[in-house]
């Protein structure tokens, strides 16, 4: 626990919010400043900063309830569809320190837009990066 995290102090019941889902291991709150109305946040309880401090287990226990928050969320908002969005790091947009992954409801023109700005590789490039990253990969 990090005594200065909101999200701790969400966990520990110090700050007020919208509860939706609870268990042990993960706690689940409708973000305070939705993209639309029912966007939620799934949070382990454990403070970790990134992705890659949880151990394999952990990572499959958190993210158990996606599905069943997300079908919910999804129903009781007459959603169409739903994104995942998970910011990890600050220069991808993590503003709270404390790992957890966005469940946004989605509506066909729902005139939600998020600018990624894809563009196809230049030639070479996509081999060049696949290598990059394969080198990188571990069992
Ligand atoms: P991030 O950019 O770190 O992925 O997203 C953090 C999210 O937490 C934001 O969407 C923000 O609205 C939400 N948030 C920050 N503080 C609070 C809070 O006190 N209560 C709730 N319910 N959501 C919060
Ligand atoms: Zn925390």
Redesign the pocket.
């Known amino acids: 626990m990090d005594t200065n995290c909101?999200?701790c102090r969400?966990i520990r019941g110090e700050?007020p919010?919208?509860k939706l889902y609870e268990d042990s291991q993960v706690i689940a709150?409708?973000?305070?400043?939705?993209?639309r109305p029912g966007?939620t946040?799934l949070i382990p309880k454990k403070h970790y900063a990134s992705l890659s401090e949880l151990t394999p287990a952990e990572q499959v226990t958190w993210l158990q309830p996606l599905d069943k928050l997300s079908r919910a969320i999804v129903r009781g908002t007459g959603s169409e569809g739903f994104n995942l969005?998970?910011?990890n790091g600050r220069c991808a947009?993590?503003?709270?320190?404390h790992l957890?992954i966005?469940i946004i409801p989605r509506k066909n023109d729902d005139e939600v837009s998020f600018h990624w700005n894809p563009r196809p590789y230049p030639p070479g490039l996509i081999e060049k990066t696949l290598n990059q990253i394969s080198n990188h990969l571990v069992r």
């Open positions: 909101i999200f969400i700050i919010v919208s709150i409708l973000d305070i400043n939705p993209i966007h946040l969005l998970l910011n947009g993590q503003v709270v320190p957890h966005h």
